[in-house]
């Protein structure tokens, strides 16, 4: 979100948050060193996921036109036959309190077709038993194919990564951030710059992980209407023990 000519203009704009969430400010990961990742196809790529279980991804619940799932994904264009798994959707679970305005509970489970196998390239992060909700400050690390410029359209070809520092909620809610325009609730966490250099998700990003000290606590969710702004930060699903209980169940309910 790198917009050094209309950042005074951005700033007015920035209450008007998009769905679509890239990474600005990081870099290309080392190829499968993030085994879990998970690229989500509708006729082209859109979003990302978290493998969580050899049949189940975990994503955003506005990621919704996903057909297929990709696994074992570096670079998109490139063969990979040796690493990749493709598998069919068969099953969409959103969460049952989603709601697309105020964007609360925006994560949803992707049941598929045939259990994935788990290999080097390919690997289940698996879930807290207990949700830790990071302290403003915390470094975490977000990861996707999203764009990395406002000015690129396209998602990025290779996966990148970027570092991302908490911001506490109050400070996200005040009028220089989002203004309550949605409100920040407990169920949300933001998560952008240091202040000294611009880190940020953007479109393509969203249904991506957000991991601190190794541990998932978010799902890339929504951004202001500009990605790599210094403020206001990204916004994630927060991973609470409320929100693993209902992963669980829904898991657990959807063996067949």
Known sequence: MLLSGFLSAAALLMVAPSDATEIIGGKEVKPHSLPYMALLVKNTPHCGGVLINPRWVLTAAHCNDTKSVWLGVHAIDKN??????????????????????????DLMLLKLEKPVKQTKTVKCLELPRK?????????????????????????????????VTVIDRKKCNSKKYYNHKPVITAGMICAGSNGKKVTDTCNG????????????????????????????????????????????????????
């Open 80 to 105: 990979e036959k040796a690493s990749r798994q493709i598998r069919n959707v068969q099953i969409k679970v959103p969460h049952p309190l989603y709601e697309r305005k105020s964007k609360v509970n």
């Open 131 to 163: 949700a830790k909700d990071p302290k403003a400050g915390s470094r975490c690390l977000a990861a996707g194919w999203g764009r990395t410029s406002n000015e690129n359209k396209k998602m990025s070809n290779v996966l990148m990564s970027v570092e």
């Open 205 to 256: 990003d969203s249904g991506g992980p957000l991991v601190c000290k190794g541990t998932l606590v978010g799902i890339t969710s929504f951004g202001p209407r500009y990605c790599g702004l210094m403020e206001p930060p990204g916004v994630y699903s927060f991973v609470s023990m409320e929100q693993l209980e209902w992963i669980r169940k829904t898991m657990a309910g959807n063996e067949i």
